[in-house]
């Protein structure tokens, strides 16, 4: 669940997507259906999910050009009638693939598609993005309980923590209860998760150079398309 009133309408999506190219960040798409050759082969109701990085911190005015670039926020997002299905799973998996170069592929999917202008290193592998992400975070909302002892003890927070922990090497980094608050989902009080993979270690936290400042067209949108093959990991989301 994300704290959210809003649809994910064609139009968010584009305008996350473009958000997102401009910005040498990854964006991945599911679909469901034959590849396509062009980004316009993919209608809306053949997506089933989408992940995407934008930065941990940003500017007061939503700027992406902060001293904080270097870590990234993950937000994934899964059609209804496909979660626990394994799409979650494989749209983080192409997600830590590109950004942390300590991360083991699971797989269980294909990349049908990379739709990029010609030089952009948005998807280039970990060990040459030119971001050099230091650290990856991600929040996870549960429903709130007596203390966060109480939510802590729960078949869902253990479910939640030991999948990040496995397949990610995320680890909860602050836990906070009683965060969001919607009426539409009982009990309607829930605590916001949050948690973090290292990317690399002490010693390779050199910066390089920042192509992307200059080689982005702000108006060519980019990402990734996969589809899921049968699943290969215990583990589903």
């Known amino acids: 669940m ?13 305008r996350l997507l473009l958000g997102c190219s401009v910005n ?13 050759d062009k980004l316009e082969d993919y209608e809306p109701d053949r997506i089933i999910g989408f992940a995407l990085v934008g ?4 500017g007061l005015m939503g700027s992406y050009a902060t001293s904080g670039e ?17 799409v979650g799973t494989a749209l983080l998996d192409v997600v830590f693939t590109i950004c942390s170069p300590i991360h083991n ?7 049908v598609g990379i739709f990029e ?7 280039w592998p970990a060990e040459r993005h030119p971001r050099r992400f230091i650290h990856l975070e991600m929040d996870y909302v549960l429903p709130g309980g007596t203390s966060i002892e109480a939510v802590e003890a729960t078949d869902a ?4 923590d030991d999948y990040l922990y496995v397949n990610f090497q995320m680890s909860l980094v602050h836990h ?20 973090r993979h290292r990317c690399r270690a002490d010693g390779a936290l050199e910066m390089r150079p920042e192509p992307w400042r200059t080689r982005i067209q702000q108006n060519v949108r980019r990402m990734a398309v996969i589809r899921l093959r049968k699943a290969s990991s215990p583990w589903s989301l």
């Open 70 to 86: 270097h870590n990234g926020k993950i937000t994934a997002v899964v059609r209804r009638e496909f979660r626990r299905k394994n």
């Open 24 to 36: 040498s960040l990854p964006f991945v798409v599911a679909v469901q259906g034959p590849a396509g």
């Open 176 to 195: 906070d209860d009683l965060y969001i608050s919607d009426r539409r989902f009982e009990p309607g009080w829930f605590d916001r998760l949050v948690y």
């Open 55 to 58: 930065l941990a911190t940003r």
């Open 157 to 160: 927070f253990q479910w939640i």
């Open 105 to 111: 592929p699971i797989r269980g999917y294909e990349v």
């Open 117 to 123: 202008h010609r030089g952009d290193p948005t998807y």
């Open 2 to 14: 994300l704290p959210d009133r809003q649809d994910v309408t064609p139009e968010n999506f584009n």
